[in-house]
């Protein structure tokens, strides 16, 4: 395993890496004004990949095949993909872009598995379901992101699952999945912090970003490394769960303070039972080794 | 006198094609026997020791032509899942996207583009080695071991030979925790093979 300071740096890098296209971003933004929103799936992307290649070794090559280079690549096309997308175009049209980004990404990332007769029809299967299940992610965050005091609640969402996905993959045999799924976690931190710092409104700009790229890294921790599918679901599940925390009675009742603990807290219900049934089983396996 | 000499010529004629033949005769092809044949791979861990593992039951064929070299075919394939390292935790790490990335990469394999005869026993082969999706040229100095008839219960004629030779896993994209384990890994392919 990774030192803690290692796992540590894997978060700080890329959150510093995310803050500094974030301030430049929404800085240009101010000069030329127009709104800096442009800058987050940017910020996210930027962060994500400036430590690829310390965890993986070396940046991928521009024709990389391999499932895990293929995520850098996600990352930097979903990015530009998403910041065009915010000057052109309708919602209609941006959903059914963004569900065709999200099944060309997690096309990418299972290319392999796709040029394989024998499992074609199994990768196909899976690209449909993560994409079904990305598209809902999409929807939810896009929905909760406009909606009351509790609108943090989307960008905190995100980095809690991006940290409880890496806490999965690095008990699922896959260090380096675990720690590009910290460099993530980094990185949407940054982008919420930067965005409190400069006041500005969480955007859904890099809902698509993000699940992309989170949806590769588990499409791949599941198909290549020990990523189980019963942890997989409860992934899925989670932020699914963020719009119905507002149909509890108890929650309408509360202050925006408690709705928003209320909404995350929900989140984080199925990620704590996922890392809680996995950690003794993995306990267990490094005292043997 | 003359019919006493037609007489030996036939007999030494008959006896020289009495004489069995070489055991290895040009362009014999052998199967690689997968129970008698390893290989054995070791790699620095945390700088101060060596750790060892095997692959298991490589398969192949091999073909060594003694009278012109040039002729000989040398192919080997082991399944990176097959990966062994004597504890089972290790292996699955060993075998997931931080090193071998056995589901997307499950074959390793070696094929010569190149036989030199270079002793008695020894010949240079050229190769092209495919580890972890990434094919690299390999010159490697193969040994053999012996050879002979073994009887059909061993399989009938057998020969073995050797190989030991290093890499850098990283120059075939192998590329994760180099901090914790070497990147040199030196190997060791014992191969037997019958036809």
Known sequence: MPTPQLLLTDVFLPALVAAAVMFLGYGLARLMRVKGHFAVPLALAAGFCARFAAVTGAIPALSVLHATGTLFYIGIYVAILSAAAMYMGGTVLKSIGAVLVLAASYSYVLNGRLRDPEMQAEAIGWIVAFTAVG???????????????????????????????????????????????????????????????????????????????????????????????????????????????????????????????????LVAVPLLVAVATTLPAFLRTMQEQ | MRLNRSIVASALALSLSLIPAPLAQAADTFKLDPVHSYVVFQIKHLDVGNNWGRANGPTGTFTIDDADASKSSISISVKADSIDTGNAARDTHLKGPDFFDAKQFPNITFKSTAVKKTGEKTYEVTGDFTLHGV?????????????????????????????????????????????????????????????
């Open chain 1, 135 to 265: 598209a809902a992610w999409c929807m939810v965050y896009n929905r909760c992101v406009g909606e009351g005091k509790s609108r943090f609640a989307v960008p905190v969402t995100m980095a809690l699952l991006a940290i409880f996905s890496a806490i999965l993959l690095l008990m699922s045999y896959s260090v380096s999945y675990g720690r590009l799924g910290l460099a993530l976690a980094g990185a949407v931190s940054a982008t919420l912090l930067v965005g409190l710092i400069l006041k500005t409104e969480p955007s859904a700009a890099m809902a698509v970003v993000f699940t992309a790229v989170l949806g590769g890294l588990l499409l791949a921790g599941f198909n290549f490394a020990e990523l189980k599918l019963s942890n997989l679901i409860l992934i899925g599940v989670a932020p699914i769960l963020l719009p119905l925390s507002k149909r509890l009675p108890a929650y309408r009742k509360r202050r925006p303070a408690t709705q928003f603990v209320w909404s995350v807290t």
């Open chain 2, 135 to 195: 094919t690299k040229p390999l010159t490697v100095t193969l040994t053999k071991v012996g050879e002979g008839d073994k009887g059909a219960q061993a399989g009938g004629v057998r020969a073995g030979y050797e190989t030991s030779f290093t890499i850098k896993r990283t120059d075939f994209g192998m590329t994760g925790m180099t901090q914790a384990v070497g990147d040199e890994v030196k190997l060791t392919v014992s191969f037997e093979g019958t036809k």
